[in-house]
């Protein structure tokens, strides 16, 4: 079965530069989740996204953006990098079902590396 | 705000043995959502077992079960017949109804002996 694809699945950046990191949900699942994992702890909700549209904001940086496409794709900007953002970042979709849970299937992460 | 609290950050159980991992949380809600999620050292994120709050039944899956309290706000995981394989970090998570996110625990890390 087709899992969720994130890319890149390794990243490398100096301070101050920008980053994208792309998510490609599970086919039909229309919503997308993004997480960030810090060494050693536990993973954080950033922000999701359902039909296109924000539907929930977690700890998310003013510098940090996202948004959903049309294909349901969605992608994580961040501006100015911080040794701080150094993490892993998991993308999870699920599908919006009426009157059941919408379990959440995670990507692979994409490590980020800020030097 | 929901917190989800795991106060063993370490564990080790012999193979073929049962061990129990812990994690309480706190939250206002009355219809949610818990959650064990297994991460190996590959950091896939796992999903072991769910348990929905209305249900009053534990949840079970295969080696893995849960004992829910929902009074005592408390969501255990008993692993049977530990294997090597289940050697992971493991996360306790809650979902309530203001949104589809996860709050996650710090986790716990299971070791299994041979």
């Known amino acids: ?115 | 705000a929901q917190t989800v609290t795991q106060s063993q950050p370490e564990m080790s159980v012999q193979e073929a043995e049962t061990v129990t991992l812990s994690c309480t949380y706190d939250t206002s809600e009355s219809d949610y959502y818990l959650f064990w999620y297994k991460q190996p050292p590959s950091r896939q994120m796992i999903l072991v077992i769910r348990q929905e709050a209305y249900k009053q039944q534990n949840a079970t899956e295969n080696r893995f079960s849960v004992n829910f309290q929902k009074a005592a706000k408390s969501f255990s995981l008993k692993i049977s017949d530990s294997q090597l394989g289940d050697a992971a970090m493991y996360f306790c998570a809650y979902d309530g109804n203001a949104g589809n996110m996860l709050t996650f625990g710090g986790g716990t890390r299971l070791m299994v002996k041979p």
């Open chain 1, 1 to 115: 079965a087709a899992g969720v694809i994130q890319s890149p699945r390794h990243l490398i950046k100096e301070k101050r530069e920008t980053a994208t990191l792309k998510c490609y949900p599970i086919p039909r699942h229309d919503t997308v989740y993004w997480y960030q994992q810090g060494p050693g702890q536990d993973p954080q909700f950033l922000i999701s996204f359902y039909e296109k549209m924000q539907s929930d904001k977690g700890s998310i940086p003013d510098r940090f953006s996202a948004q959903q496409f049309s294909d349901y794709h969605s992608e994580l900007n961040m501006s100015s990098l911080e040794l701080g953002d150094s993490a892993l970042y998991f993308c999870a979709s699920s599908l919006v079902k009426r009157d059941f849970y919408n379990e959440q299937f995670f990507g692979p992460g994409t490590r980020l590396t800020v030097l």
